[in-house]
């Protein structure tokens, strides 16, 4: 009992990383009928950014507090992640805003392998290794065992995806949002600007990006110029698996993805006589992805931002 309580809770780590991610390809889908595969990229600029700045400021700035390292560090992350996605949509999405599918899809696939060359540029081929800015100590909680960087991804995903919520459903920028979902023309006829509204989404999704991108390069202390490839991806199934884009869809596909990944990782093995072990894992995400676009296209709660009531 006490190893499926910890692969239940190592799910759930996970789980939270793959929902904030996934938000950023949910509401720009719900918004523009997009899938912004460079969002995965945009997570990778902001752990390195990240990195950069915590080794500047351990250099300049010794003695200072990991926790305030880490948040100073965030805290720079977000605007340079926010800046980046708010230009990829104006120069590379906003043009072909009305073109064929195919043609934004494309340019997405080709600004994601922009971004990671120009990452390996700029920090180089090689694996980084991220400082353990919390300490390490593990704490016991009941049968499980956890890290402060995984109790902090548990904790500020949960409270970034509530505050996700309530902006959406709660404030004028949230019903903004929802009626450029609904019709573009009629919301510009209302006094909505369409294209601020898409440009706000693209730097929300960003920020989420960018501490995503934080937390992950702190509880796996690696980082480098493809890391987002992999996590975009399974967060692209989390969407997809709880409908691409709904809000809350997200959020469950994530926590749901985590758990089938984590829990098969930790009894593929057991279940297979030892053929497969947990290096595997990555088959579950995309074994969802497969049977979720047979047997129930629209996710688990629904397709679109506009939809919910």
Same mark, same amino acid.
């Given at each position: 009992?006490?190893?499926?309580?910890?692969?239940?809770?190592?799910?759930?780590?996970?789980? !939270?990383?793959?929902?904030?991610?996934?938000? $950023?390809?949910?509401?720009?889908? $719900?918004?523009?009928?997009?899938?912004?595969?460079?969002?995965?990229?945009?997570?990778?600029?902001?752990?390195?950014? &990240?990195?950069?700045?915590? =080794?500047?400021?351990?250099?300049?700035?010794?003695?200072? +507090?990991?926790?305030?390292?880490?948040?100073?560090?965030?805290?720079?992350?977000?605007?340079?992640?926010?800046?980046?996605?708010?230009?990829?949509?104006? @120069?590379?999405?906003?043009?072909?805003?009305?073109?064929?599918?195919? &043609?934004?899809?494309?340019?997405?696939? *080709? @600004?994601?392998?922009?971004? #990671?060359?120009?990452?390996?540029?700029?920090?180089?081929?090689?694996?980084?290794?991220?400082?353990?800015?919390?300490?390490? @100590?593990?704490?016991?909680?009941?049968?499980?065992?956890?890290?402060?960087? #995984?109790?902090?991804?548990?904790?500020?995903?949960?409270?970034?995806?509530?505050?996700?919520?309530?902006?959406? #459903?709660?404030?004028?920028?949230?019903?903004?949002?929802? &009626? =450029?979902?609904?019709?573009?023309?009629?919301?510009?006829?209302? $006094?909505?600007? +369409?294209?601020?509204?898409?440009?706000?989404?693209?730097?929300?999704?960003?920020?989420?990006?960018?501490?995503?991108?934080?937390?992950?390069?702190?509880?796996?202390?690696?980082?480098?110029?493809?890391?987002?490839?992999?996590? *975009?991806?399974?967060?692209?199934?989390?969407?997809?698996?709880?409908?691409? $884009?709904?809000?809350?869809?997200?959020?469950?596909?994530?926590?749901?993805? *985590?758990?089938?990944? !984590?829990?098969?990782?930790?009894?593929?093995? #057991?279940?297979?006589? *030892?053929?497969?072990?947990?290096?595997?894992?990555?088959?579950?995400?995309?074994?969802?992805?497969?049977?979720?676009?047979?047997?129930? +296209?629209?996710?688990?709660?629904?397709?679109?931002? &506009?939809?919910?009531?």
């Amino acid at each position: 009992m006490s190893t499926f309580l910890q692969q239940v809770f190592n799910g759930l780590v996970l789980g !939270s990383l793959y929902s904030l991610i996934a938000l $950023g390809y949910t509401m720009v889908y $719900g918004i523009v009928n997009l899938i912004n595969f460079a969002h995965g990229d945009v997570l990778m600029v902001g752990a390195l950014t &990240a990195l950069s700045a915590m =080794t500047w400021m351990r250099t300049a700035m010794p003695g200072m +507090p990991g926790w305030l390292l880490m948040l100073t560090a965030t805290a720079t992350a977000i605007p340079a992640c926010v800046l980046l996605n708010l230009a990829i949509e104006r @120069v590379a999405y906003r043009p072909l805003r009305n073109a064929p599918r195919l &043609a934004p899809l494309i340019t997405a696939i *080709g @600004v994601s392998i922009l971004l #990671q060359t120009v990452a390996m540029i700029v920090w180089g081929r090689n694996h980084l290794t991220y400082p353990q800015l919390l300490p390490p @100590v593990p704490i016991r909680i009941g049968a499980i065992t956890a890290t402060q960087a #995984q109790l902090l991804v548990v904790t500020a995903s949960a409270a970034l995806m509530l505050a996700l919520l309530v902006l959406v #459903q709660r404030t004028r920028l949230g019903r903004a949002m929802r &009626a =450029t979902a609904e019709n573009p023309g009629v919301a510009a006829l209302m $006094g909505v600007n +369409p294209n601020a509204i898409i440009a706000a989404t693209f730097a929300i999704g960003a920020a989420l990006a960018a501490i995503a991108g934080v937390l992950y390069s702190s509880v796996y202390s690696v980082a480098y110029f493809s890391m987002g490839f992999l996590p *975009g991806l399974k967060a692209f199934t989390a969407a997809v698996l709880g409908g691409i $884009g709904n809000i809350p869809g997200a959020m469950v596909g994530g926590i749901v993805l *985590g758990l089938i990944e !984590s829990l098969g990782a930790g009894y593929l093995d #057991q279940l297979t006589g *030892g053929v497969f072990g947990s290096n595997y894992e990555d088959v579950f995400a995309f074994a969802v992805l497969c049977a979720v676009l047979i047997l129930r +296209p629209s996710g688990l709660l629904g397709e679109r931002v &506009a939809d919910r009531p």
